[in-house]
């Protein structure tokens, strides 16, 4: 079992920056992948990020690609997703999840195990 809590998430301006974090529970955190997700409002909720077990690989999806970092500790059992040049489009709550059953970059949500409660990022225009 893996328990995962996000915090970072806020009220920022179109342009500004923000860092979610996601500390995660237990003593095998390096065994599994780490994603982010979002979800807006109406839609489903959405690939973001990943980051493979080692990470030594990553993969985003194409609107942040250029303006969102996920990097992970292991040494502290966190993953973070640096989110720079913030778009009012990217107002939703964010998910962090970790996959334990797929190697590499899993991009889709059943192929995650565990999730958290969300953080609310609202960008304003």
């Known amino acids: 079992q893996v328990q995962l809590v996000e915090s970072g998430g806020g009220l920022v301006q179109a342009g500004d920056s923000l860092r979610l974090s996601c500390a995660a529970s237990g003593r095998t955190f390096s065994s599994y992948a780490m994603g982010w997700f979002r979800q807006a409002p109406g839609k489903d909720r959405e690939f973001v990020a990943v980051?493979?077990?080692?990470?030594?690989?990553?993969n985003y999806v194409d609107p942040v690609k250029g303006r969102f970092t996920i990097s992970r500790d292991n040494g502290k059992n966190t993953v973070y997703l640096q989110m720079n040049s913030l778009k009012s489009e990217d107002t939703a709550v964010y998910y962090c999840?970790?996959?334990?059953?797929?190697?590499?970059?899993?991009?889709?949500?059943?192929?995650?195990?565990?999730w958290g409660q969300g953080t609310q990022v609202t960008v304003s225009s």
């Open positions: 999840a970790a996959s334990g059953r797929w190697a590499g970059v899993p991009d889709t949500t059943a192929k995650y195990d565990y």
């Open positions: 980051i493979s077990r080692s990470g030594g690989s990553t």
